[in-house]
């Protein structure tokens, strides 16, 4: 039995003015109908495999992770204390489980499109983490991208690779050069973990960070499904991403290699592309119409769009705000004033 | 004394959606504070030079001309019974007005940037209708536009010139030579005649459609400052321009070169182009934020507008409808399905 431990938090401004800090990227259908965060339930849904979930998230989400997790019996939740970037988070969750659990951690706010090949790669993972080794899901690369961190495998594990090093987000010669290699995964942030395992290697590698989580789940609160780790104890962790704390120092670090149509939906570039287009590459949501536009992405809540001439351009319509970028710029979102001030 | 005749008509689709059938162009302030028929009516209003302005107008925009004209006393309107086209509408004023009138016929929607050159020529004009010649403002062009007919100059007539020909809007290569001949105007629709010289011309070149608007005028009722031609009479007409009624049939024909900053505001990129633009060449107007935009125009009514990596593009934010353009495909905008079905 795997045990799913989903991560929900971020504010998600690069997919701003769709995404806002009141409505953030997981809880919003971006592709499809559900949301994301449905959508990363219903892929750890499966009895034969999964248990109930636990979800880790902040005040601030509760009330859409308790609306949208309303069909998933038995689902905890933690609500963090504040945002200490994912190694506590995690921690959290691995605290709160028996130590033989094994876990599986899923950002809430990622895309899959071939859920049997996550389903499967999660197996393999969990046969590894059963074995204390601290596993990453390795995504097979489709593109040269300059913003995600890589994986280079090492030697083969029967099911699975060890990791030969992490790599941080390489220039685009660099990427280039891991996508023809073909040794290289991109690091999607979804790990397994025997949740003792994991607590073990924290200890060792981040030794204050693991008191103080333990001690706020050991002061901390259970009101029905919902654990509030204790906040005074919690405020004292120095935050760090799991990456940091725990893959790049362990020596039991191990990937699976996995090819599923994943995308983190990090801009409205990725959406598009993680969307069903048109035969001109065109993507509607809304009220739209479009002369003479190809790879065009519209979104709009409500006015009708209208685009002549125009290719590889988002177009957003999202209550007050209008956002009209390049596919190119759509990097550049997160840092406008409407997304940065919201 | 100069009898400005402003015809104030037109549905304004190329400028949608902030032109829309209840608020048309010539009522916007699209360029500067004013609105384009304000600032029509601002040209004519030297009293050194030109009489009490005569507009020539429709029922549908009757309103927005008695309010926009409001500051200008001795203002006479007649209504047309329907749509036209322009030779009876400026045959309706020369039949209101002395024989011995010289009136000068300007549209209401466009965009004169030098006034002075404007009077300069208009003084020209009027020596010239005075001696009977169906004058014409010859626009020094400035681009290869292929978008206006142009007229070809003939033998000089002390002020202004004869015209050789009339020609209809060419193909871009015509176009281009036309510029480096140097012989070719823009026909901009501004004309000087002596009113009882155009109907005469009129009575010569199309009876019919004299009688008519005689007939019309004849029958018409006066109410304060408004004129109604009769209904029935004005049915019977078949419309026409005054440039097939009249000037390609006159032998009588005569310009007056002049360069004036003229744009019709023919769509978005004409109107960007007579906009005062910022070192980027970007214009805005409303709420935006636009990076690493160049040649972009904003216009928004409400809603903030963020713009990243965009290059000659429009953006036209207007109550329920979004309008985003390449500069070539502001052509196509009076096609798009809002535009057409207002």
């Not at 959508?39 to 495999?49: F, G, K, N, S, V």
């Not at 876990?103 to 204390?132: Q, W």
């Not at 204790?230 to 940091?244: P, Q, R, T, V």
Request: glycine share 10%; aromatic share 6%; charged share 20%.
């Amino acid at each position: 039995m795997i045990y799913p431990v989903i991560l929900c938090g971020g504010s998600g401004t690069r997919l701003w003015p769709r995404s806002r800090k009141t409505l953030p990227k997981p809880f919003l259908p971006l592709v499809g109908e559900q949301t994301l965060f449905e959508q990363t339930l219903a892929r750890c849904a499966d009895p034969a495999l999964f248990a109930a979930p636990i979800v880790v998230t902040g005040a601030a989400h509760l009330e859409h992770v308790e609306a949208q997790s309303a069909g998933h019996a038995g689902t905890a939740i933690i609500v963090e204390p504040e945002a200490k970037n994912t190694a506590p988070a995690i921690a959290l969750a691995a605290m709160r489980l028996p130590a033989d659990a094994v876990m599986l951690v899923c950002p809430s706010d990622h895309y899959i499109a071939d859920v049997a090949a996550f389903r499967k790669a999660a197996v393999t993972a969990a046969e590894l983490a059963a074995k204390d080794f601290m596993v990453s899901f390795g995504i097979t690369p489709t593109a040269p991208e300059t913003g995600f961190g890589y994986i280079k495998r090492g030697e083969a594990l029967g099911p699975g690779f060890a990791v030969e090093r992490f790599v941080e987000k390489p220039d685009l010669a660099r990427a280039v050069q891991f996508l023809a290699d073909g040794s290289y995964s991109w690091n999607g942030g979804i790990f397994a973990f025997r949740a003792g395992a994991l607590v073990a290697e924290l200890q060792a590698h981040r030794p204050a960070m693991a008191k103080s989580v333990a001690e706020a789940v050991e002061r901390g609160t259970q009101e029905d499904h919902l654990f509030h780790p204790d906040g005074d104890a919690f405020a004292a962790i120095k935050g760090d991403s799991i990456d940091y704390a725990v893959m790049e120092n362990t020596s039991s670090a191990a990937m699976v290699p996995v090819a599923m149509g994943w995308s983190d939906i990090g801009n409205w570039h990725a959406l598009r592309d993680a969307r069903e287009a048109d035969v001109s590459g065109n993507n509607v949501r809304g009220n739209a119409e479009l002369v003479d536009c190809s790879g065009v992405l519209v979104e709009s809540d409500g006015p009708r769009v209208s685009a002549i001439g125009l290719s590889d351009i988002a177009i957003v319509v999202d209550g007050d705000e209008v956002l009209v970028t390049s596919m190119l710029g759509t990097q550049k979102v997160g840092k406008l004033g409407g997304a940065s001030n919201q």
